[in-house]
C-alpha cells in the first residue's frame, strides 16, 4: 500500500532535519520536478543538488513549519529555518504526489546572512 502524503512529508521533515541527503532522495520520484525560481531540477539527481545546495545554506538549522495544508495529493507548507551562520525567514514550497512520492515540489526562499 503505497504510503500517504501525510507520511511522505513526515518522513521528509525527520530526514531533512537529519541532513539525510539519500533519505530525502528516496521520497522523490524517478522523475521527479523539483522548480525554484533560478529554473527546473530533474529526477532524484536535480532533488539531490537541490537539497545539498539548501542544507549548505543553513547547516545544522533548527526548522519551523507553522502552516501545512493538504488537500487530496497536494501540501502547501510555510517554513523557515535558523542556523549559526544565516537564516531564511520566508520559505514557501507546493508538494505534489503522486503513487506514495513526491512528484513535483516547488521551493521559493530567501536566504539572509547572520553577523
Known amino acids: 500500500m503505497a504510503r500517504t502524503p501525510q507520511e511522505i512529508f513526515e518522513h521528509h ?34 532533488v539531490r543538488e537541490a537539497f545539498t545546495s539548501l542544507l549548505g545554506e543553513v547547516p545544522d538549522a533548527d526548522w519551523d ?27 514557501v514550497d507546493t508538494f505534489v504526489f503522486r503513487d506514495g512520492l513526491i512528484r513535483v515540489q516547488t521551493l521559493f526562499h530567501t536566504l539572509e546572512p547572520l553577523p
Open 65 to 91: 513549519v507553522p502552516v501545512q495544508v493538504f488537500e487530496d495529493d497536494i501540501l502547501f507548507i510555510q517554513w523557515s529555518a535558523v542556523s549559526e551562520k544565516s537564516r531564511i525567514p520566508d520559505g
Open 13 to 46: 521533515a525527520t530526514v531533512l532535519i537529519a541532513g539525510g541527503i539519500e533519505g530525502i532522495v528516496s521520497d522523490y520520484a524517478d522523475d521527479a520536478l523539483f522548480i525554484t525560481p533560478g529554473g527546473v531540477l530533474r529526477g532524484k539527481d536535480g
